[in-house]
């Protein structure tokens, strides 16, 4: 099994739709959590952090649920440029020391006008 | 450039050739990592480097893999005898670790290796 389990879709929605995203982890030792966007034949890049109170920014949310292992990533109103692959990321290590992360296999979403 | 520099962008090696693979880390980083990322997969974690020293190699497939990072900056991967199982786009990453709080990792633009 996976440390870190992603379906990787294709997700294809219209402009304008809200779509979700779930993960889920295995190592209950993990401390940090993240949401990784990588465009095709790109570099991945932070997206945001996942708090155990949620986060938002802007037209995305993030939830983590510790006692599931589970962590969520919501999209409001898709735009076109939002088509990208994104990653779930999971870290043993707390806070600054980044460590280790281990990546999920990632969840394309294609978003179509 | 104050991104993180992979070099070279493209290899192509024959099977049983040693290549090295060179990262350059934004100015200041104290933490790197090399990662592999083959077609539809999410990165591997390879090593992670925490100054000279590494402080995870958990992630080195065999002992064919090497990385080192002697003072401090720059880092080169090393694959000795490939394979074309080795075949990837290999990724380092670099971050600035001051235990105060969510430190963003950044990668590079990775460099893909084929062996034929």
């Known amino acids: 099994r996976k440390e870190v389990e992603q379906d990787p879709g294709p997700f294809n929605v219209p402009e304008g739709a809200t779509v979700a995203f779930n993960c889920t982890y295995s190592n209950s030792a993990s401390q940090s959590f993240f949401w990784y966007r990588q465009d095709c034949r790109k570099e991945p890049k932070l997206l945001m952090s996942?708090?155990?109170s949620g986060n938002e920014d802007g037209r995305f949310t993030a939830q983590l649920n510790r006692a599931s292992q589970y962590i969520s990533l919501l999209i409001r109103d898709s735009k076109l440029s939002d088509s990208a692959t994104y990653l779930c990321?999971?870290?043993?290590?707390?806070?600054?020391?980044?460590?280790?992360?281990?990546f999920g296999q990632g969840t394309t979403l294609q978003v179509k006008p | 450039g104050a991104g993180v520099s992979q070099t070279p962008s493209n290899k192509v090696t024959e099977k049983g050739k040693y290549v090295e693979l060179r990262c350059d880390p934004i100015?200041?980083?104290?933490?790197l990592y090399w990662y592999r990322q083959s077609l539809g997969q999410g990165p591997e974690f390879l090593i992670y480097?925490?100054?000279?020293?590494?402080?995870?190699d958990s992630g080195l497939p065999n002992d064919r893999f090497f990385a080192v990072r002697p003072e401090g900056s720059v880092s080169t991967l090393k694959i000795q005898r490939t394979e074309r199982g080795d075949s990837a786009v290999y990724l380092c990453?670099?971050?600035?670790?001051?235990?105060?709080?969510?430190?963003?990792?950044?990668f590079g633009q990775g460099t893909r290796l084929t062996v034929v």
């Open positions: 480097f925490q100054g000279t020293g590494a402080a995870d």
């Open positions: 990453a670099s971050s600035l670790n001051t235990g105060t709080g969510r430190t963003e990792a950044f």
């Open positions: 990321v999971v870290s043993p290590i707390r806070g600054g020391n980044t460590g280790k992360l281990i």
């Open positions: 100015s200041g980083h104290t933490a």
């Open positions: 996942v708090y155990s």
